[in-house]
T-cell receptor, first 113, second 114 residues
Framework: GNSVTQMEGPVTLSEEAFLTINCTYTATGYPSLFWYVQYPGEGLQLLLKATKADDKGSNKGFEATYRKETTSFHLEKGSVQVSDSAVYFCALRGAGNNRKLIWGLGTSLAVNP | EPEVTQTPSHQVTQMGQEVILRCVPISNHLYFYWYRQILGQKVEFLVSFYNNEISEKSEIFDDQFSVERPDGSNFTLKIRSTKLEDSAMYFC????????????FGQGTRLTVV
């Protein structure tokens, strides 16, 4: 079945450092891929998405590229801020009429000033 | 900006009691979902709902669970007889048909069964 494997945390960075959170997936066909973010005390917010191979999703300085050949969707940001401290979830939605999301475990990011 | 709202934010209940978690999806959305996240574990799909019926459910969604859209705006999750292992954060989500691939989530209800 479909699955998502996400880099374990916690990740602790200094402000303005480069961020990478790895995400790989197993799926049949061509799933849609997502990064969701959960800020402290809040719900799950869509950060970015990609729906086909080689698509790059981007938002708030974060980027992730849908790599079919490596079945990956790594999240990157060139310069993190304290306000980026949150838990980041990689997720996929299978192809076709299967609309449920399959989730990674989540990676906690703490950015220190 | 339209959002999914969930009430209550935190519910404490005794084992064996019934609980109803409430959600108001975004008004023009047609697909509705419940997910849960047990502390320290992955977010898990429970059920999806479309056109007034369940379209998909997971193994977790057994006879103790039910969903309802009673009045065209609310979407509820009922747990008939709660168990300790039902303690989790429950997330409601909704999405449009056709145009959207992503789902929009509420802030969650933390259910604690004691």
């Amino acid at each position: 079945g479909n699955s998502v494997t996400q880099m374990e945390g916690p990740v602790t960075l200094s402000e303005e450092a480069f961020l990478t959170i790895n995400c790989t997936y197993t799926a049949t066909g061509y799933p849609s891929l997502f990064w969701y973010v959960q800020y402290p005390g809040e719900g799950l917010q869509l950060l970015l998405k990609a729906t086909k191979a080689d698509d790059k999703g981007s938002n708030k300085g974060f980027e992730a590229t849908y790599r079919k050949e490596t079945t990956s969707f790594h999240l990157e940001k060139g310069s993190v801020q304290v306000s980026d401290s949150a838990v980041y979830f990689c997720a996929l939605r299978g192809a076709g009429n299967n609309r449920k999301l399959i989730w990674g475990l989540g990676t906690s990011l703490a950015v220190n000033p | 900006e339209p959002e999914v709202t969930q009430t209550p934010s935190h519910q404490v209940t005794q084992m064996g009691q019934e609980v109803i978690l409430r959600c108001v999806p975004i008004s023009n959305h047609l697909y509705f979902y419940w997910y849960r996240q047990i502390l320290g574990q992955k977010v898990e799909f429970l059920v999806s709902f479309y056109n007034n019926e369940i379209s998909e459910k997971s193994e977790i969604f057994d006879d103790q669970f039910s969903v309802e859209r009673p009045d065209g705006s609310n979407f509820t999750l009922k747990i008939r007889s709660t168990k300790l292992e039902d303690s989790a954060m429950y997330f409601c989500a909704s999405s449009e048909e056709v145009r959207q691939v992503e789902a929009f989530f509420g802030q969650g209800t933390r259910l604690t069964v004691v």
